[in-house]
């Protein structure tokens, strides 16, 4: 073994729906992927906060299949070029998750070490963390698994604890890891925190990738065996890596610290104070937002008069108040949350309420987002409806007919490549064309300017299951 640990590989977990920040956040678009604190996506921070530790190595994401292109383009603008995106046919926890990452990496490096972190948390001090991950870096190449700490600012009762063997020094240093209690009372939480031996648990692991596999492998046997078929069987779709459907589903479902972390007899913890949130609920986004004098924290076109220690958000127009206290106010195309910001935590319900209805408000915004650009309604009625088009430079949609619809496109933006029924021609902006019902059609944008367009949709069923793909650039008619 050389004296130098292995290098750094990042494996960031997308997965989570992120209820509790409803409206914003809908399962096709959940908190990972939005700017929640800054102009970067939670997943770009992510990205960008471990990149000094590993700066030639493109990250590993495990992806839900609705969101891989979310992740591909979103990875893409922080200049991670060839993320390996490996494709979680169902949703098993982080466990399995992990698995399908270490057998990837192991294929080329079983020493690599993987730092395995959720996509959605908050870290304000990022050098304390990179410095807790090197002082983590030995112990990993000796065989341990490193849990990352935070020390704890309050007897919180959502987060689990770990106790460590001992007392840690000053300087950040791997402890041998003593017990897990899972969101003990607060009575409980509150001893822990005064003891000072008992830290919060980020889900932030380092581990070689043979390691966690061994380690797996005695402890949890039926998820190594079910994520090694998997990938063993998976096929390569683009940047993506489909790991096999079927193989996958016979994996139990469990967390790394259920599945590994409490059985190891090689568990360590480095604890770290690094303002670290996992942003569960408005509430917990109001205290990372570095609230104004009047405790408020005012995202978008936001006028407050006299209100106080409110989180108030406008995404598609002016939110005023006036009088408030404590409250949280988040306004989107279609939908506006009120709630009393000591309630934050019942907005999981509320989505709970809306999924029993079978509204679409918790599954979409009112802006669609689609691997070449984004949709927006603007009206919707019986026999009709009208869309807003943006397709982005170099982009096309699949070439495709539709039964029961026909079209009208009018450029608004930019200049669109335009194939129908087997011919194709130009348009630019303020001139129009129409798509019969049954005619094969695809628009392309040849430009280096966003296109956008308007799309009036005319027919007797208006459902976007009425599409036919005959080419698709992103391999759609496949999977």
């Not at 840690?168 to 005064?194: L, N, Y």
């Not at 390691?211 to 069987?233: D, F, Q, S, W």
């Not at 967390?255 to 972390?261: H, K, L, P, T």
Request: charged letters at 25%.
């Amino acid at each position: 073994m050389s004296d130098a640990p292995a290098r750094i590989v990042p494996v960031l977990l997308t997965g989570g729906s992120g209820t509790r920040l409803w409206p914003l956040s809908r399962s096709q678009y959940p908190k990972q992927f939005l700017p929640l604190v800054d102009d970067w996506t939670m997943l770009q921070a992510t990205s960008e906060r471990v990149r000094p530790l590993a700066p030639e190595a493109d990250p590993f994401v495990v992806c839900n299949e609705a969101h891989r292109f979310l992740a591909a383009e979103q990875l893409r603008e922080v200049g991670a070029q060839n993320p390996a995106i490996l494709l979680e046919p169902e949703g098993k926890n982080t466990a399995p998750a992990l698995a399908l990452a270490a057998l990837e990496a192991a294929q080329s490096d079983p020493a690599a070490q993987l730092l395995v972190l959720p996509a959605d948390h908050v870290i304000e001090d990022p050098e304390a963390f990179r410095a807790a991950v090197n002082a983590g870096q030995q112990a990993a190449d000796q065989g341990g698994i490193v849990a990352f700490g935070i020390e704890p600012s309050s007897p919180e009762t959502g987060y689990g604890y770990i106790r460590a063997e001992s007392r840690p020094g000053q300087a950040p240093e791997p402890v041998p890891i003593r017990g897990f209690t899972e969101k003990p009372d607060a009575a409980t939480a509150e001893g822990f925190v005064a003891s000072g031996d008992y830290f919060w648990n980020s889900g932030i692991f380092l581990t070689r990738a043979d390691t966690y596999l061994n380690e797996l492998g005695r402890h949890a046997p039926g998820i190594l065996a079910a994520c090694r078929e998997a990938v063993e069987t998976a096929t390569r779709d683009m940047d993506f890596i489909r790991v096999d459907a079927a193989a996958f589903a016979a994996s139990p479902a469990d967390s790394i610290d259920y599945a590994v972390m409490e059985r190891t007899e090689n568990a360590f913890v480095v604890p770290v104070a690094t303002g670290w949130s996992d942003v569960g609920s408005w509430s917990a986004l109001h205290e990372v937002s570095h609230p104004d004098a009047d405790g408020n924290v005012v995202r978008g076109d936001v006028i407050a008069r006299d209100s106080r220690n409110c989180y108030l958000r406008a995404e598609d127009r002016l939110l005023a108040t006036a009088g408030l206290e404590n409250q949280l106010v988040v306004e989107t195309g279609d939908a506006v949350l009120v709630a009393s910001r000591d309630r934050a935590q019942e907005v999981k319900e509320l989505v709970a309420e809306l999924q029993a209805a079978d509204r679409p408000e918790p599954v979409t915004h009112k802006r669609v987002y689609r691997p070449w650009g984004a949709y927006e309604g603007i009206a919707n009625a019986d026999r009709y409806q009208v869309k807003h088009l943006l397709i982005k430079p170099g982009a096309e949609l699949s070439l495709q007919l539709h039964h029961h619809r026909a079209e009208h496109w009018i450029i608004v933006k930019g200049t669109a490549l335009v194939e129908r029924d087997g011919e194709s021609f130009l348009l630019s902006e303020d001139q129009s064309t129409y798509i019969p019902i049954g005619n094969q059609h695809r628009i392309s944008n040849p430009g280096k300017i966003p296109l956008e367009l308007i799309e009036v949709q005319t027919g007797s069923y208006l459902g976007e299951d009425d599409i036919v793909r005959f080419e698709d650039s992103y391999r759609r008619t496949e999977y």
